[in-house]
């Protein structure tokens, strides 16, 4: 993937990691990056900022990953992405070289994969690929566990064609 700096109304590419500048805030909207200056002074969080808007914009295709850094950047970020059914990846806290904001991103309890960074990149992979939204039929019976299972398993089958 090709990785580089983001600059002001960039508009978003397949296959590129875009880099927050130094003393700047992005957001997203639309196709296109928006960086602003942040107020000198205050608690500023990039990341929150960036996943809240990343979730607003793309719902339940947003994809948050906390990575190794020290505080709490990324944990309300993190809530967000989830309130809009995105897939949330946080380095295992174990692999980080600082693991202050991995640690506060899994104490929300909203994450879905606590991952190695060797391992990350597959699950993004995973959820573009194969991510589907199935919304639940209205029954008014519960099924027994079996029937749930072969029940889901008949969905996920006609929902990929098979």
């Known amino acids: 993937m090709v990785v580089i700096q983001a600059e002001n ?13 130094p003393k700047k ?10 960086l602003s200056e942040y107020v000198h002074g205050l608690l500023n969080h990039p990341i929150d900022l960036f996943f809240t808007s990343l979730a607003e914009e793309y719902k339940e295709r947003s994809i948050g990953v906390v990575l190794s ?3 709490s ?6 809530k967000a992405i989830k309130e809009h059914d995105g897939l949330t990846i946080v380095q295992d806290p174990e692999t980080a070289k600082f693991d202050g904001m991995p640690k506060s991103a899994i104490k929300t309890g909203l994450v879905d994969w606590v991952l190695s960074p060797k391992k990350i990149a597959g699950e993004i992979l995973n ?7 199935i919304e639940p039929e209205q029954r008014e019976t519960f ?3 079996e029937e749930s299972f072969s029940h889901i398993y008949a969905v996920l089958k006609k929902v990929r064609g098979e």
């Open 9 to 21: 109304e960039m508009e978003v590419k397949p296959n590129t990691v875009y880099l927050i500048p």
């Open 25 to 34: 805030n992005m957001t997203l909207q639309g196709n296109k990056l928006f």
């Open 69 to 71: 850094g020290t505080g």
């Open 73 to 78: 950047d990324g944990t309300n970020g993190i």
């Open 127 to 133: 959820f573009s690929n194969y991510h589907t939204v």
């Open 143 to 145: 099924f027994s566990d």
